[in-house]
């Protein structure tokens, strides 16, 4: 189900990467937005969640903007189960693609409710949108030259490069690949040299 919904909705010029959490008000966000947006077409991505009042407050907020795409960066209930997190997004659940972040795989159990309530097999996959091409990446299974995920990684993204139809290359993971100097004293917030 899905699949069909994603196979729909499908065209991507741009390449865009997605971690931890974007802030829509940002002046790069405005620029690429305005510059090179499908006129009707919503994607809300928000990664670090929990089962918070804030959580249904960015919850609510997103499905007011009803979007076509939600990307989940990962890091969701921060609970022993799932069903907090599957409950605040029941609105938008059906258009919701998610990558895993260090927080959803503290248990297999869990781990697996990720995987299963979103018909995934491997924590890495793409997909294409409309005019978008959309790669999910793992940050916390290998990825290093020679691994699977990066033989995958390297055919889907040589594969979206040579498609004419996609105007957009989104990478979406967890873990930052760079950031902007910030007051962030954490290694995550550093980005990822390795990545």
Known sequence: MRRKLLEKLSKPMLSLILFGSIFS???????????????????STVGDWGCSSNTKDTAKNINNKNPELVLGLGDYSYQKTAKCWFDIIKPFDKVTQINIGDHDDDSKSILDSYLSHFDLKKQYYSFDIQNIH????????????????FEFVNNDLQKASKNPSAKWIIVSLHNPLYSSPNTCSANLCQGSKTL
């Open 25 to 43: 008000g940002s002046a790069l966000y405005n620029s690429i937005h305005s510059a090179h947006a499908a006129a009707s077409f919503n994607i």
């Open 134 to 149: 959309v790669l999910t990446m793992a940050t916390e299974l290998d990825y290093k030259k020679g691994s699977k995920q």
